[in-house]
């Protein structure tokens, strides 16, 4: 094993297949615990409906069947690119592709102020560890921790959107005129050659996208003083030091560069947080992504759609994972793929 | 998913996976883990705090549960420290707490410190009364996946030799795999809302997500502390298994799993509220700070800010607490930032050894 581009592709093409079976799991995993606990959610789907009509939706869904064969017929049509139907019998798949650039869209715009805010910060503290920046960075992202997502997200929503003008809802203020080919709000803006709708998308960004940030900012934050501190009384620094290099030049090319390589890594375990916070915090901004449609879908006894999102979410974290990796070996060059 | 612990070097591994802290190699009984904790509480005012809030929330969640019983019993009169009926309606609606509106009177009126909602129910009263169930659940959670989850860990991690240890092991790995697969949150959500959408449901929904994490955790440190020269060494001395576990491995395990446990039990309080928010947790007479959240800003009373920022300092408050106590076990607990640490405080308690063998370790 050593770092060569063969050894890379190896490496990727192991973690992909290991993919293969915990799919397979969760999949499984999520058939059956939605299926054992709730065998026939036609009632609640139709709370209201007559008996016939109830009969008639058992017979439809095929929630009479045996466990085995419906999983059957689940499963062969998942291998198949059929990804089931929702209660309302629209095809699952189609919704939940639509959905996927638009978090796309907001998870890296939070990613982007995550790195930019939680990397000066971690500087900062580390810098003046023990000492009041410190422990006034520490609060303050620990605050982001201890804030639940949906109360950060409501008081950015009913607080700071109308004091400050930005738009609490959905990802244009009006129906754009244009289509929408890559489901990405400011990029279908500007491949129509539309300021107005740009500048108004990336309005509607600002909030959620900050919402999601601050939440996580903490992880990054945290990670860059760890690791500075870390480094700080490696000799390396110390000879720099006495090399006379400015203490700025120490900090930024020496010190902050081998610690982004810690910070890197965490930046993919931060993607399962990520991914769930955008559950609530897209149903409370209205943006139609991937955590609005797991959210109706979970709350409404959507089984297709909820398996359909979790297929997503785990591959989604895998490759956030695989990237991650990726990068600390790009970075570390210590590091063998293996 | 990669194993974090042995296959890499050791700058890869999150924080907890370094090698075992200093601690065990002074080797000296539960008791010194104590001190040791206790000393750490007060090299950081920011730790200290956090502590001093647990404690606080915890016996005031105590006092709430058992003195209206208690004096039942004693006095034949329940006195409890509500100072109303949370459910109890009066004609005192949407009363501003006296803090909220500038110039702040004096001497304040203490009659609603929170205020009132919509139908006069006093806010306080309905934060407080939240607190022993979210504090609860929390803890009982927390303890409850760090049992399954750790003896799962460690079944993984110690006996994981022979054909019959590895295929154990191995399933108990790749359970753990599909499980950690799932984003937290989407699990406990799904979870709660197919099993039945009530509190035991939500029970049941936290405990499944969070499991997973403590195999990870314990299986990383138990193949850590199992290659440390001291285990083999126990064994030829003839220490039985038992004993190499409970001295050795489990003594080991103590410090990480308290910081993670404390930082989990913030979380869990989070992501019950939150499915309380949803309104799958709690039926809406029980106050639960979730619930009021997401009933109290569905009222969309736009100058009524208090009713959602009580619940919310409330949840706010009680998770920086177990946070900051985390967080400040977690970076002195952490030998790597722990060299650090004791470099800048200049602690006189306990000077670092020039060669210790976390300095070799981790410079490999």
């Not at chain 2, 004609?91 to 006069?120: C, K, N, Q």
Request: hydrophobic share 50%.
């Amino acid at each position: 094993m050593g770092r060569s581009l063969g050894d890379l592709v190896f490496f990727v093409g192991r973690r992909l297949l290991e993919l293969i079976p915990v799919l397979l799991g969760v999949v499984v995993l999520t058939f059956l615990f939605t299926h054992i606990a709730v065998p026939d959610p036609c009632p609640a789907w139709y709370p209201h409906a007559k008996p016939p009509v109830i009969a008639a939706c058992r017979t439809f869904f095929g929630f009479g069947q045996p466990l085995y064969v419906q999983f059957e017929k689940y499963i062969v049509g998942l291998l198949q690119g059929n990804w089931g139907i929702d209660q309302s019998g629209a095809q699952v798949f189609p919704l939940i592709a639509a959905g996927i650039p638009e978090t796309l869209e907001l998870v890296l715009a939070s990613l982007a102020i995550m790195i930019v805010f939680g990397i000066a910060l971690g500087v900062i503290a580390a810098q003046y560890s023990g000492r009041w920046p410190d422990h006034l960075i520490r609060v303050f992202y620990l605050s982001g921790w201890a804030a639940p997502t949906y109360l950060a997200a409501i008081l950015l929503a009913i607080v700071v959107g109308p004091t400050f003008g930005f738009p609490t809802g959905g990802v244009y203020s009006v129906n754009p005129p244009f289509p929408q080919p890559t489901h990405m709000s400011i990029l279908d803006a500007m491949l129509a050659g539309n300021p107005t709708f740009t500048v108004d998308a990336i309005a509607h960004l600002i909030l959620p996208a900050t919402a999601l940030a601050f939440l996580n900012l903490g992880i990054i934050t945290r990670m860059t003083r760890t690791s500075m501190l870390e480094i700080l009384p490696m000799d390396f620094v110390k000879g720099s030091r006495m090399k006379g290099l400015s203490e700025s030049r120490v900090l930024y090319r020496h010190v902050l560069r081998n610690s982004l390589i810690t910070t890197t890594t965490v930046l993919g375990f931060t993607a399962s947080g990520l991914l769930s916070s955008t559950v609530v915090v897209e149903e409370i901004f209205r943006w139609p992504g991937i955590g609005k449609y797991s959210f109706d879908a979970i709350v409404n006894y959507n089984f297709s759609g909820t398996i359909g999102v979790v297929i997503v979410f785990a591959i989604a974290v895998v490759f956030a994972n695989l990237i991650a990796d990726i990068l600390y070996g790009v970075l570390d060059p210590r590091v063998e793929w293996r | 998913m990669v194993d974090p612990v042995p296959e890499r070097p050791s700058t890869v591994a999150p924080i907890s996976s370094g090698p075992p802290a200093p601690l065990a190699r002074r080797g000296g009984g539960w008791s010194e883990v104590l001190q040791e904790s206790l000393r750490t509480l007060a090299s950081n005012p920011l730790t200290l705090v956090g502590f001093l809030l647990v404690v606080f929330l915890i016996i005031v969640s105590a006092v709430l549960l058992v003195l209206p019983p208690l004096t039942e019993l004693l006095l034949r009169h329940a006195y409890t420290i509500v100072p109303y009926d949370p459910n109890g309606i009066s004609t005192a609606t949407l009363v501003a707490p006296t803090w909220w509106t500038w110039p702040l009177r004096f001497p304040p009126d203490m009659s609603h410190i929170f205020g009132t909602d919509e139908l006069g129910r006093d806010i306080f009263a309905r934060v407080l009364f939240a607190l022993p169930l979210d504090l609860g659940i929390g803890m009982f959670v927390t303890l409850l996946s760090v049992a399954i989850g750790g003896g799962l860990g460690l079944v993984a991690g110690f006996w994981d030799e022979g054909p019959v240890g590895r295929g154990v092991s191995t399933v108990i790995m790749r359970v753990t795999d599909i499980f950690l697969a799932f984003p937290s949150l989407v699990l406990a959500l799904a979870l709660a809302a197919i099993l039945g959408r009530n509190l035991n449901a939500t029970l049941i929904a936290l405990t499944a997500t969070w499991w997973p994490y403590y195999v990870r955790i314990v299986r990383g440190e138990v193949l850590v502390i199992k290659h440390q020269g001291y285990i083999p060494a126990a064994r030829i001395a003839g220490v039985s298994e038992a004993r190499i576990v409970w001295r050795h491995v489990l003594r080991n395990l103590l410090e990480p799993l308290t910081v993670y446990a404390t930082l989990d039990i913030g979380s869990v309080i989070v992501t019950f509220s939150t499915i309380a928010f949803v309104g799958i947790a709690v039926p809406p007479n029980i106050p639960e700070w979730g619930s009021m959240i997401a009933y109290y800003q569905g009222l969309f009373y736009p100058s009524a800010l208090w009713l959602v920022l009580a619940p919310g300092l409330a949840i706010f408050v009680t998770v920086l607490g177990f946070s900051l106590l985390g967080d400040g076990l977690r970076d002195v607990l952490d030998p790597r930032t722990r060299r650090a640490f004791a470099r800048e405080t200049r602690s006189s308690t306990s000077p670092e050894p020039a060669s210790s063998p976390l300095a070799a370790a981790s410079e490999e």
